[in-house]
């Protein structure tokens, strides 16, 4: 599976973003796609996991409520709408995939796309 995330850039605190993952590859099957960030300095850290049906998500505390993933499974596309964007949510973002369950943990997921950047000024 080959991920492609867009959708990043300059927004500023309170605004909104939604970025786009569209998968390419091996899409027959059923997979988990996930959301993960990283900040300079920074660990990778889990933002959002939907199941292939749609049906189940996960987000940490520190985006639930702002943030909602959903996906389009006729487009291989996974969404990750960011509502009150804070500067603290400036990172590299990135979206993943598996065919295993729900997971946050980057290991957990063997397909990666290459990152979008997303700035929030204060």
């Known amino acids: 599976v080959q991920l492609q995330a867009c959708g990043g850039g300059l927004v500023q605190a309170g605004g909104s973003r939604r970025l786009s993952c569209t998968a390419s590859?091996?899409?027959?099957?059923?997979?988990?796609l996930a959301w993960f960030r990283q900040a300079p300095g920074k660990e990778r850290e889990f933002v959002a996991a939907i199941t292939w049906s749609g049906f189940s998500t996960d987000y940490p505390d520190s985006v639930k409520g702002r943030f909602t993933i959903s996906r389009d499974n006729d487009k291989n596309t996974v969404y990750l709408q960011m509502n009150r964007l804070k500067p603290e949510d400036t990172a590299v973002y990135y979206c993943a995939a598996d065919y295993a369950a729900l997971g946050a943990i980057p290991i957990q997921y063997e397909y990666w796309g290459q990152g979008t950047q997303v700035t929030v000024s204060s």
């Open positions: 590859g091996r899409t027959d099957s059923s997979y988990a």
